[in-house]
């Protein structure tokens, strides 16, 4: 049992290792602390791959500085994509960006897949979000690289501990296969199987041990029928930072449902509970998906101890030579503003934003317009209130001090959040290892 407990936290630092090589010198550049507002261009890299300066259209005057009501950039970053699942389409990326450039890689992982990205934020600056990865993958049935890889590197994430914090995994293509310690079982994602059910909410409050496996159970749509197919699969997995008083709540897990809103008016009926409202405009140039927040009169009915919006935005095709524009108001609170450019290119304070570009906006203003310039787009915004509140993180503990984080991997591997066990278990014997193995909590 003590060696069952050791493999995920195995993997983490193997995983972790990787990544803080790939990002060692990044620890030069943060993005402007949420609570200055004056930006020194100093704090900016000027280098393209990492941090770029706006443009001088973007300034403004003392009196705009003192009542603005645009967000303006305040910095752009672009975090390394990391080839896996699987890893040889991953490395013809990283190559194929190189040769051709990266908007033409990023169209391509699109298509096939191959690569995560780990968008690692400065919590300090990001608060209240800790983390936003995106995944882009493809597992096929005809893929001999596949087969190998999956006896010593299991396809998805084994049972491992977390606590003090949210995980919001919104799934775009294919899906996941979830299993707690709390003896809760989930099928969710993108495809018709899951029906609606797109998007999970696991507050890990005092302590939770999951497994997350990736739903290749099924082909895509367009391979159904035939002998060679691909299952694909990709999301977003954002860390949502709870504040002190709510860090040891009772851990849950659910699932939202998708909720489509051709369009919204006052006599409109509410979303119901653990719901996604999605809106399409008028004029069907964009759909506005709100995971958590409010949008234009609708808000996201789940309820949270942190105040924070999570919405994306698909622009459709254009239908004239104009640029489609999406404009939202932010809470006066939300200091935290985020974007992350999944898919296509788009304008923002007069600057164009290439894809897979993270771009942090200043803490004032209520008012932000995006863009669409080269037909459809794809964006994710992440607003919130800063908790400002010391944090401390370390592997998948978030808490507020380093004694804290000390104390929830001991309370870890003296079983408090059950024993973790292999994914290699069916239901029955995954269920009754639960009742042995109790979690606490």
Known sequence: MQKLAVIPLLLMVAVKSIFCCAFADRARWAPPVVSDWKVSSSTFLSTTTRGQLCDDNSAVSTAEKEQPSQRRIAGIEKFARLPVWPVWQGVFLFFASKIFGSE??????????????PNFFSPSSTDPFVLLVHHRHAFQNWDPIRYIQRTFFPEGFPAHPHRGFITVTYCLKGGFFHRDSLGIKQSYGAEDRHQGNHVQWLTTGAGIQHEEMWDVSEPDVKDEGKWLWTSSQELFQIWLNLPAASKMTPPDAKLLQKYSLDCFSATSPLPPKDSTPIVTSDDGSTITTIVSGEHNGVRAPIE???????????????????????THTLPSTHATAILYIRKGSVQIDDQRIPPHHTVYLTPG?????????????DVLLLSGEPLREPIASQGSMVMNTQGEIQR?????QRGFMGMPWE????????????????SMY
């Open 104 to 117: 033409v890689a990023a169209n391509w992982e699109d298509a096939v897949g191959g690569r995560v990205c």
């Open 304 to 326: 949270c101890p942190t105040n924070a919006a999570i919405i994306r935005i698909q622009f459709l095709h254009q239908t004239n030579e104009s640029a489609l524009c999406w």
């Open 365 to 377: 203003g209520e008012q932000l317009s995006i863009k669409a310039l080269e037909g459809e787009a």
């Open 423 to 438: 994914h290699t278990l069916n239901d029955d014997e995954w269920r009754e290892h639960v009742t042995q193995n109790p």
């Open 408 to 412: 929830a991997y001991s309370d870890y």
